[in-house]
């Protein structure tokens, strides 16, 4: 990649708030902003997560119940 596009892809990146910069003299440093890609995931795959935490936690209590009977 050239220098001009991952530059144009930073500047994307900012905007999105996904990446936060520092500047420490003539560099300008780049870092991950993790809260908004955690919402991202909480979002997308938190849903479909749910489910399956419910399933086990169903299945548990079902086998936990066999167990006395």
Known sequence: MTRQAVTKHLVILEEANLVSTRKLGREKLHFINPVPINEIADRWIGKFERSRLSALATL??????????
């Not at 548990?60 to 009977?69: A, P, V, Y």
């Open 60 to 69: 548990k209590t079902t086998l936990e119940r066999k167990d006395h009977d």
